[in-house]
DNA sequence: GTAATATATGAATACTTGTTCATATATTCA
DNA sequence: TGAATATATGAACAAGTATTCATATATTAC
């Protein structure tokens, strides 16, 4: 399979957008369900602003979803491709 | 789902293998069988020194596998997890 | 209006990473 | 043995990235 350049930077960012630990421990924890900024970064005794950075970067690759209610922002996982890339990709780990 | 740290980082590790486009295209061109080293590197314009180091990071991951034959080494996707993420990853890619 | 709270963003810094170049190892052939 | 070929590896440099800190925006409460 002969893969374009240009199709092969956006399979590349779409994995690097999940290289990450910080990342995919946020993702681990909206796997749950939907959760606000501050809860998420409390949840891994992570500043405010470092997990807002690293949301920007997931919405950006449409890895995650923001609902705003009031001055709250709630994330969640945006397709069901990330659930199922997190999954495959935690199975693979496991069997080590 | 908490997701304890080293689980996280080894996650991350693994999508790290995935996140550069130059091995996305090896993993690609491997999709439809075992290369070379040299055939590697001339289906991507790239050189063998480049290529090899690239094998390297991807061997000790576990997503290719190499086979000595003579003076060659061919390479081949180490086990299905490896296709599926990489066909997850695709199609994901595909719808935007 | 002001104060307080939640999130976002820009700049700077420290750290990581991919490639190149030179060199090393391994194998085949004469 | 020595020459040629295939691959691997170490060091170095350039480019990319995650975090921190300071500051900005937006919303609510008073």
């Known amino acids: ?3 374009s350049e240009l199709k092969a930077i956006k399979l590349a960012e779409l994995f690097s957008s ?7 421990r946020l993702i681990a924890l909206l796997m749950d ?3 606000s900024v501050r809860a998420l970064a409390d949840g891994l005794s ?3 602003s470092a997990v807002s950075h690293q949301l920007r970067g997931l919405r950006q690759m449409h890895l995650v979803r923001a609902r705003k209610s009031g001055r709250q ?7 069901d491709h990330v659930s199922r890339l997190f999954t495959l990709g935690f199975d693979h780990v496991q069997h080590e």
């Open 33 to 35: 369900g939907e959760m």
């Open 46 to 48: 992570m500043t405010e």
């Open 73 to 79: 922002v709630f994330y969640s996982i945006d397709d």
């Open 1 to 3: 399979m002969k893969l």
């Open 18 to 24: 999940l290289s990450d630990a910080s990342r995919i």
